[in-house]
């Protein structure tokens, strides 16, 4: 589909050299990429980053829990300022788009409207900053959302700098370590826009290409500590076993019934153990269970985590062993700014794309930057719905759409001085 002759595009030779060259940290050969918050692949991609926007005229910030910023001053000191980006860091071999596109394509889009004011003559009225937010994935370190929650003041920077890693290695080390523990003071926006893939199918199945996330999830994110008896898997009788696993397990089937019993839509999972000592010839004393629970309604929430909390006893004596919940992580339900939601439609419209509205089951930086300022996450599509693996894949076409639209929403910002009320079609 050809844009209409009085939009001009995205960059799309930029766009594309960017995803080639992020995607060169951490490639695993299969189409993926292996990025681990604040591992080296992490810090290479991060380097490679900051080089560009360096070489670009940005000043790059980093705070002091490792997010990076690019400021980049168009319009003088007391401008309105537009964040836009994603993050860097991936899923242990996880896919090559999460994430990284929303950090490309905030740079292309950017500096396609740094082009187009000079090449028109027009005197922009913003200034921009493109953010790498630190480990939004939680992979690595738990919570995910990590640099962005501090950000937005949900977390506490001491908390941050204390989350360990499955080695014992803290935030705050490596940090030091990759050479990202800043000292400088974050921007604060006016707004933050994100664009990521949508890591399901809805808009594929739809045969649409744009969809602004009204509504994000709520999500409790809890730690159960089962505890037994480490013994010889050999020649301890089973009625003398106190089996961790079992009681994990017994626990697991239980995360799943709830989302097969729930009034409303619940969403469950238990995506890791962490065994203790993990041997196949011991009975193992100790397991931690990785518990997820995501509903777009409160209530659901509260009514999972007090079934779930009502049932450990009667399952770990089950198993002979004790459970125990040891953290809870809350990320509220909420809606993203009407304005920013039609102003991502209006750009779909401007450039003749078919969308919808979605609401995000997984989290995004920009969820826990809502809480402070507008925001927004606008979604294309992933090819038969896959994220966080090797084959996640979202078209080049699909790719240039979103940095449209991403576009056009910054050119109307900037036009409107800033203004949400006053930017597009927005009365």
């Known amino acids: 589909m050809s844009e209409p002759d ?12 960017l995803m080639e ?12 990429v292996d990025r681990p918050a604040l591992s080296d692949n992490h ?62 394509v905030a740079l292309t889009a950017v500096e396609t409207w740094r082009k187009e004011t000079a090449e028109r003559g027009v005197e922009p009225k913003c200034n921009y900053v493109v953010v790498d937010w630190m480990n939004e994935e939680g992979a690595r370190f738990q919570p995910s959302l990590l640099g962005s929650s501090v950000y937005a003041g949900s977390l506490t920077r001491d908390f941050a700098l204390a989350r360990t890693d499955r080695d014992g290695k803290t935030v705050e080390q490596e940090l030091l370590r990759t050479g990202y523990l800043g000292t400088d003071e974050p921007p604060q926006p006016d707004c933050f826009l994100e664009v990521h893939i ?18 994000h999830w709520g999500a409790l994110k809890i730690r159960v500590e089962v505890n037994g008896q480490q013994n010889h898997t050999g020649p301890t009788p089973m009625q003398d076993r106190h089996d961790a696993v079992l009681g994990a397990a017994y626990i697991i089937a239980k995360v799943r019934e709830l989302a097969d019993t729930a009034s409303d839509t619940l969403y ?28 777009p309604e409160p209530d659901i929430l509260d009514w999972a985590e007090a079934q779930l909390k009502a049932a450990l006893p009667t399952l770990s004596e089950k198993a ?35 969308r ?8 995004h930086d920009a969820v826990a930057v809502n809480a402070v300022l507008p925001a927004i996450v606008i979604a294309v599509p992933s090819v038969n719905g896959v994220i ?28 409107a001085g800033g203004s949400l009320d006053n930017a597009g079609d927005v009365k």
């Open 388 to 415: 966080h693996r090797c084959d996640e894949y979202t078209s080049p076409e699909d790719l240039a759409a979103g940095g449209n639209v991403l576009l056009d929403m910054i050119r109307q910002l900037d036009l």
């Open 356 to 363: 919808m509205r979605l609401d995000t089951i997984a989290g």
């Open 198 to 215: 949508e890591g399901d199918s809805a808009l594929e199945k739809a045969g649409k290409r744009i969809a602004p996330f009204v509504r």
């Open 6 to 17: 009085d939009l001009n595009p995205i960059d799309t030779a930029l766009l594309e050299a």
């Open 268 to 295: 469950t999972s238990v995506a890791r153990v962490d065994i203790s000592p993990n041997s196949p010839n011991i009975v193992p004393g100790k397991a931690v269970l990785f518990v997820e629970l995501r509903a």
């Open 320 to 354: 002979s062993v004790e459970a125990q919940i040891i953290a809870i992580d809350h990320r509220p339900a909420g809606k993203f700014d009407q304005r920013l939601v039609s102003l991502a439609e209006q750009g779909a419209d401007k450039f003749g794309y078919p």
């Open 21 to 32: 060259q992020v995607s060169r940290f951490g490639d695993t050969g299969d189409g993926g």
């Open 43 to 104: 810090k290479a991609a991060r380097d490679w980053f900051c080089g560009e926007l360096r070489a670009r005229g940005y000043m790059v910030l980093v705070d002091n829990v490792g997010n990076v910023f690019g400021s980049l001053d168009l319009a003088g000191p007391e401008a309105p300022v537009v964040m836009v980006g994603s993050h860097l860091d991936s899923q242990p071999r996880g896919g090559r788009f999460d994430g990284a596109y929303g950090v490309v």
